[in-house]
């Protein structure tokens, strides 16, 4: 989804709350050095490349899932919907499988907890 060697950052904090970003290492940089003055293939890059979402997440240890319920998303079809992905966690290595991946087919994000 996010290329070979994809970034990113989620944090879960003990009172239900989530922040998400994921993108590509080799986003381009934008030649006016000025987000607002990108070019229209700078911006598909961008929008293409990267995601990033916040709200709420619940975990249902019976069925082995993770809903989140997005808040608010950098893509904006996506805000106040819930998502729901099956998860797989061991030792320090957290799996999640999007089903439907914005770009076709499906994605497996892969996490690895930071210490």
Same mark, same amino acid.
């Given at each position: ?5 994809? !970034? *990113?950052?989620?944090?879960?904090? *003990?009172? *239900? ?24 293939? %700078?911006?598909?890059?961008?929008? !293409? ?11 249902? %240890?019976?069925?082995? @899932? ?7 998303? @950098? ?6 919907? %819930? !998502? ?8 320090? %290595? ?12 499906? *994605? ?8």
């Amino acid at each position: 989804m996010y290329g070979p060697n994809p !970034q *990113g950052l989620v944090i879960f904090d *003990g009172h *239900g709350h989530y922040a998400l970003v994921n993108s590509r290492a080799d986003l381009p940089r934008y030649v006016a050095n000025d987000r607002m003055k990108g070019s229209a293939d %700078e911006y598909r890059a961008v929008a !293409q490349g990267s995601i990033a979402h916040f709200g709420r997440y619940v975990v249902n %240890e019976a069925d082995r @899932t993770i809903t989140f319920r997005i808040e608010t998303s @950098t893509f904006p079809n996506w805000n106040g919907v %819930e !998502q729901r992905r099956p998860f797989v966690l061991s030792g320090d %290595e957290l799996r999640w499988t999007t089903p439907a991946a914005s770009g076709g087919g499906s *994605g497996e994000i892969v996490l690895k907890r930071a210490r």
